[in-house]
T-cell receptor, first 110, second 114 residues
Framework: DAKTTQPPSMDCAEGRAANLPCNHS???????VYWYRQIHSQGPQYIIH???NNETNEMASLIITEDRKSSTLILPHATLRDTAVYYC???????????FGSGTQLTVLP | SQTIHQWPATLVQPVGSPLSLECTVE??????LYWYRQAAGRGLQLLFY??????ISSEVPQNLSASRPQDRQFILSSKKLLLSDSGFYLC?????????????FGDGTRLSIL
């Protein structure tokens, strides 16, 4: 699986958009970009995934660059409950193991 | 909608005692099922996965076993726990045979071995 690089931590003011970047410069053509988050002491929560088009759901938006070497997860109106570690993963679906890196600790400040 | 349940949420067991963790999924049929372990400060390690009743694949040699007695039930067991079995155990499911699908996790069981 391609590796991902994320900043270790970010802060965001409550009510503002949180933009979490991820670099995946060695991504293969059949690999999707997935985002999960993990709130302390809970299981990882799936957020969104995409291949090359931008995606939006009720939780977030995913913007993937045209060359697919990086992506940004956008939480449009961050709340205190969005404080969590956010993981960007690339996965082709052929490997059963999801490989989580160190992620980004997002802290939403009141 | 689909839901996944794991229990118990926390468990403290002595070394050498048996273990049984249960996971059930509702709202879908014939899901792929997974057991992961997350050690403190580390990533997820896939322990077992299953594509159907009675079909279990083990990813790493270990002191644990898994069973799938029903379509949406996945059990993690041990006959004798070791100190190294401590960790956060997570069950997950995904849709089977439908392209690239995300895995959805339960809330986990925090296991402490004394």
């Amino acid at each position: 699986d391609a590796k991902t690089t994320q900043p270790p931590s970010m802060d965001c003011a409550e009510g503002r958009a949180a933009n979490l970047p991820c670099n995946h410069s060695t991504i293969s053509g059949n690999e999707y970009v997935y985002w999960y988050r993990q709130i302390h002491s809970q299981g990882p929560q799936y957020i969104i995934h995409g291949l090359k088009n931008n995606e939006t759901n009720e939780m977030a938006s995913l913007i993937i660059t045209e060359d697919r070497k990086s992506s940004t997860l956008i939480l449009p109106h961050a709340t205190l409950r969005d404080t969590a570690v956010y993981y960007c993963i690339v996965d082709s679906g052929s490997a059963r193991q999801l490989t989580f890196g160190s992620g980004t600790q997002l802290t939403v400040l009141p | 909608s689909q839901t996944i349940h794991q229990w118990p949420a926390t468990l403290v067991q002595p070394v050498g005692s048996p273990l049984s963790l249960e996971c059930t999924v509702e709202g879908t049929s014939n899901p792929n099922l997974y057991w992961y372990r997350q050690a403190a400060g580390r990533g997820l390690q896939l322990l077992f996965y299953s594509v159907g009743i009675g079909q279990i694949s083990s990813e790493v040699p270990q002191n644990l076993s898994a069973s799938r007695p029903q379509d949406r039930q996945f059990i993690l067991s041990s006959k004798k726990l070791l100190l190294s079995d401590s960790g956060f155990y997570l069950c997950a499911w995904s849709l089977a045979g439908v392209g690239n699908q995300p895995q959805h996790f339960g809330d986990g069981t925090r296991l402490s071995i004394l």
